[in-house]
């Protein structure tokens, strides 16, 4: 075949691709309307988990690179749940790196609608207003995201799935500003704490801010080459901000988890976590007896934290994370333990982990 007749080929069988996505985007349609119907969660982790098991597997038997079919399918879901009309809710403004995680957790087709606080975002998923809240749960270098934790115990919210971006941290000042013209630093207080290195060699004021995104809109909003703020790139892009200097922060291992927050549970995937909050009697070895039991039955505990219960002084909570998920026998047994050991138990959801 001439190279005319081979580009003739691809051309043909590029309309057939897109036909079939057409056809693939119609029927996502109306699994997304009759999800609705029935009240199921339109995004549905582990169903896309498995479509991603086969296709990989497809590829490798056709000698394809499994990594690119991912990437291709990926961005198929993403515009599928586009068309389903999913809604998340998070904390902060435009260009903060919670909207930075709940597009790459959802896919550039989510709508996201911005949150002042953490309550918000779960008032938002509680009242229906978004199906559903990506809100930070820890961070590799600051350790848990405490208030999250309390508001995960007073709501019947479900965890149902998590993801980690890695945190870069720029400072960010008007278009014509430069460093020798700053004077003030407005961030979150955790981003100020995670760049203390670089912010004390400079010796500038440093001025909590309730969001890193929102940091940058209000140095944009007081017009002054003097302020500077701490954020993503991405927030001096959609804000017409100038990046002064990139990776400011102490540390590059700096990674935040988020968690999903849904009315509903996640199906099992293969490849889960659950995450729990217990309460034992204060006897000695009551908490080693849990994790004895968890152990016998090859429970994997990846987090054990405990906060205090706020009834009472020096009585704790224990917010556990380990590997499998509770419809999984292994699972289901050691919950029935602890249902019946401890005074207190909330499973806050099983969901696939992240990849």
Not at 96 to 112: D, I, K, N, R
Not at 269 to 275: E, L, P, Q, R
């Amino acid at each position: 075949m001439t190279l005319d007749d081979l580009r003739k080929r691809i051309d043909q069988l590029d309309v057939q691709i897109v036909k079939l996505i057409a056809q693939r985007m119609d029927v996502s349609r109306e699994i997304g309307l009759e999800k609705r119907e029935i009240g199921k969660p339109v995004f549905d982790v582990a169903r896309e988990h498995s479509v991603l098991k086969k296709v990989k597997n497809l590829a490798r038997d056709m000698n394809l690179p499994q990594q690119d079919i991912e990437k291709i399918y990926r961005q198929v879901f993403a515009i599928s749940r586009a068309l389903q009309g999913i809604k998340v809710a998070f904390q902060g403004e435009v260009g903060a790196y919670s909207e930075e995680a709940s597009y790459q957790f959802f896919g550039s087709g989510a709508s996201l609608i911005p949150c002042e606080s953490l309550e918000d975002v779960f008032r938002a998923v509680e009242l229906e207003d978004a199906q559903y809240g990506l809100v930070p749960v820890e961070n590799s270098l600051e350790g848990s995201i405490s208030r999250t934790y309390d508001l995960l115990l007073a709501s019947n919210l479900k965890v149902s799935g998590e993801t980690q971006l890695r945190i870069v941290h720029c400072l960010i000042g008007l278009p014509e500003a430069r460093i020798d013209s700053i004077k003030e630093v407005y961030s979150h207080p955790q981003a100020l704490g995670q760049s203390q290195a670089f912010l004390k060699q400079m010796g500038w004021k440093l001025i909590p801010a309730y969001d890193t995104a929102g940091s940058v809109k209000l140095v944009k909003e007081s017009g002054t080459l003097e302020r500077a703020a701490i954020a993503s790139a991405r927030a001096a892009q959609i804000y017409g901000m100038k990046v002064l200097v990139r990776g400011i922060e102490d540390n590059a291992n700096n990674f935040t988890r988020f968690f999903i927050l849904s009315r509903q549970d996640a199906a099992i995937s293969g490849n889960d976590k659950t995450s729990i909050v217990f309460s034992v009697k204060h006897k000695p070895g009551t908490l080693f007896e849990i994790l004895k039991e968890l152990a016998a039955r090859k429970i994997n505990l990846t987090k054990i934290e405990s906060r205090p219960t706020r009834q009472k002084p020096w009585e704790y909570n224990f917010y556990v994370d380990f590997e499998g998920h509770r419809e999984e026998a292994s699972v289901k047994e050691a919950l029935q333990y602890l249902e019946n050991s401890a005074i207190f138990l909330k499973i806050l959801g099983s969901y696939p982990k992240v990849v």
